[in-house]
């Protein structure tokens, strides 16, 4: 990477948009003390980056004023106080939702105010208004349905409003406040069909014990429903303990991943920032028939503004960005993890050999990481499918390349797994082929490579005939991906167990089952296994018996190829957004170079192997990156256009 920070708008080229969400110290009933609050935290955030600041419900005066709302002073000073934040957010270059209470034509109104670049944009009033238990909104507000106008003081003010950025592709804001969330229907939703991205909510939620878990789950939820992003600002501790406690819960979520939360039950001011991606909240409603197809779309008034200001904070994403994006993060509970991954295979290993009425099931053992996954599997899939373990007939085939590391592996794993073990050296039947069609034997070109691979595969469809079985499939997603197979070679059985899981994830399942599962009998050699560089073995090992081949010299590093995988298929990212992705993610371990090297491989082989994948086997889809040309990825074989 390069030694200085890149701008700060390359995060936006790329559809990042800054979000904070702020639940500031107040003063209970002090509009003019929370007025300089509220104006030095939106300098700040504006500051470093932030383009969209929501504050809580009624934070220009504070939630729980209670009865003191009635009177006018009240009001005004809140309507005094507003003018004046929203001057000050003139040149800042960000949008800033306040809540505050709004007198219109007789009625008071608990609204949020949008600001932006010096005005008023519009109001939006509170739709639900909780009136039982510890909450008697009603006592002093009016639910938005009773608003008869459509401008307060020449503001366009409704539940109808969405504020679109002019200068910001994809920004799109609609608001609800606090109870609204808690509804069958959130108003939220309406906004969303009808284009809004970005989803704020002002809230004065009060803690009680359990709550704070189930809000968590409620923003996650409603921001997946919407394929949005949902930025959620409550009340903290200076409001009024007379009766409840308000802790201060911000919350940035986006289409069901929760990106960044406050510390609540604190006195002084908390911030919940983070970037989220228009992009890709655009590409997945592009995707999905069920938000495209959805009658329900109320009309809605548009408030265009423009952010403008020049764009401030360093270079970064304040979202999390993981290196290994199949890989489960740190704090996931890896055995139950494994344990599903390892039951999604099973189960469909297991389901396909009951409908065959299989007596037995074959699988090549090479030693290496995928046909060691394919084995554990097996292993399990026998279980469910009530066959005896002696029905895996599994086979070694040494041949040119083979060293004596992954075949002594290949032995001792079958040993201490308790599975019979054939081998069936194919030098011998290759050798005669080469001889039959021509070939140097001496000319390790694609052809002396390949003809291994179909020998094995011959050899392992022939042994399956003989056994009543099915040839059990062991190369993975990251394979399938670069077309790093021989076509009606490895690229062909009769189911093939790991299509869905990218070499990356395959080491990190060997890893658990290393040191939990198989600890006992297999442990050691399965660690062996993953400390074993990756190769194909289809070329002589050197003088010295130590393997020449390995993959990630030909193809790159798969980390690399796994992380390009996901952010193109998931996420339909293009080739500058990826790079600038793994410029970040592997910062300080991959150069720019380098990256750009390999992200033109992935790009070349993804498009020209799409043949391959067309005529792939049966798998089972384990996460949400899948390649089978019946389910998930439909690419024409012959594309002629360019990926990059």
């Avoid at 003390?33 to 932030?50: I, P, W």
């Avoid at 009177?71 to 939702?97: D, I, M, P």
């Avoid at 991943?257 to 590409?283: G, I, K, M, Y």
């Avoid at 279980?383 to 592996?409: D, E, H, Q, W, Y």
């Amino acid at each position: 990477m390069p030694d200085q920070p890149l701008p700060a708008c390359l995060r936006e080229c790329h559809g990042f948009l800054r979000v904070a969400a702020v639940s500031p110290e107040l003063v209970l009933g002090d509009v003019a003390a929370n007025l300089v609050v509220l104006k030095r935290e939106t300098t700040a955030l504006a500051m470093s980056g932030a383009r969209l600041i929501v504050f809580p419900e009624l934070s220009l005066t504070g939630y729980s004023c209670a009865d003191l709302f009635h009177h006018a002073a009240l009001l005004n000073k809140a309507r005094q106080a507003l003018g004046e934040l929203a001057e000050s957010t003139a040149g800042l270059g960000c949008l800033v939702v306040v809540g505050l209470p709004l007198a219109v034509e007789s009625r008071l109104y608990n609204v949020a105010a949008v600001l932006a670049d010096g005005r008023v944009l519009g109001y939006v009033p509170k739709s639900f208004l909780p009136n039982s238990g510890e909450f008697y909104e009603r006592r002093w507000f009016s639910p938005a349905a009773t608003l008869t106008e459509t401008e307060a003081g020449g503001v366009p003010i409704g539940v109808d409003l969405l504020f679109r950025a002019t200068d910001l592709p994809g920004f799109v804001l609609g608001v609800e406040i606090c109870e609204d969330l808690w509804t069958v229907i959130p108003p939220s939703s309406h906004a969303a069909l009808a284009g809004a991205t970005v989803l704020a909510n002002p809230s004065a939620s009060d803690e009680v014990l359990g709550k704070a878990p189930y809000r968590r789950g409620l923003v996650g939820q409603q921001s997946a429903r919407c394929l949005a992003a949902y930025v959620y600002a409550g009340a903290g501790a200076g409001e009024s303990s007379s009766d409840v406690v308000y802790s201060g819960h911000g919350l940035v979520a986006e289409n069901g991943v929760l990106l960044a939360e406050t510390r609540r039950f604190s006195f002084d001011t908390q911030t919940a920032v983070a970037d989220v991606d228009l992009q890709r909240l655009q590409h997945e409603r592009l995707k999905s028939a069920a938000f495209r197809d959805d009658e329900a779309r109320p009309v809605f008034r548009k408030v265009s503004f423009a952010l403008g200001g020049q764009l401030k904070g360093g270079e970064g994403l304040l979202r999390p960005l993981p290196a290994l994006p199949f890989v489960p993060c740190a704090g996931a509970d890896r055995r139950a993890v494994c344990e599903e991954i390892f039951a999604i295979q099973a189960t469909g290993l297991a389901r396909r050999l009951r409908q065959t009425r299989s007596r037995s099931a074959v699988l090549g053992l090479s030693g290496g990481l995928d046909s060691t996954l394919a084995l554990l599997v097996l292993i399990e899939a026998l279980k469910l499918a009530g066959m005896p373990r002696s029905a895996a007939v599994i086979v070694t085939m040494p041949g040119f390349g083979t060293t004596a590391r992954t075949k002594g592996n290949a032995e001792k794993l079958a040993e201490a797994l308790g599975v019979s073990l054939r081998t069936i050296s194919i030098k011998a039947a290759v050798e005669q082929h080469f001889a039959d069609i021509g070939h140097p034997p001496g000319l390790h070109d694609i052809t002396y490579e390949n003809a291994q691979a179909r020998e094995r595969t011959q050899v392992l469809m022939d042994v399956a005939n003989q056994t009543g079985g099915l040839v059990i499939g062991t190369g993975d997603l990251s394979e399938a991906a670069l077309g790093w197979c021989t076509f009606n070679g490895d690229h062909m059985s009769m189911y093939h167990v790991n299509a869905g899981v990218p070499k990356t994830l395959v080491k990190y399942l060997i890893g658990w089952a290393a040191t939990e599962r198989h600890a006992a009998e297999a442990g050691e050699v399965l660690h062996d296994i993953i400390d074993t560089p990756i190769s194909p073995e289809l070329l002589p090992v050197g003088a010295d018996g130590q393997m020449e081949q390995k993959t990630e010299d030909t193809v790159g590093p798969y980390e690399l190829h796994d992380f390009f995988l996901f952010h193109f298929v998931r996420h339909g990212c293009p080739a500058e957004k990826i790079r600038y992705l793994a410029g970040l993610a592997f910062a300080g371990k991959h150069e720019v170079g380098v990256i750009e090297q390999w992200l033109a491989v992935f790009l070349r082989r993804f498009a020209q192997n799409q043949f391959k994948r067309s005529s792939m086997p049966d798998g089972p889809k384990v996460g949400s990156v899948a390649l089978s040309p019946r389910g998930d990825w439909r690419m024409p074989s012959d594309w002629g256009g360019a990926l990059e």
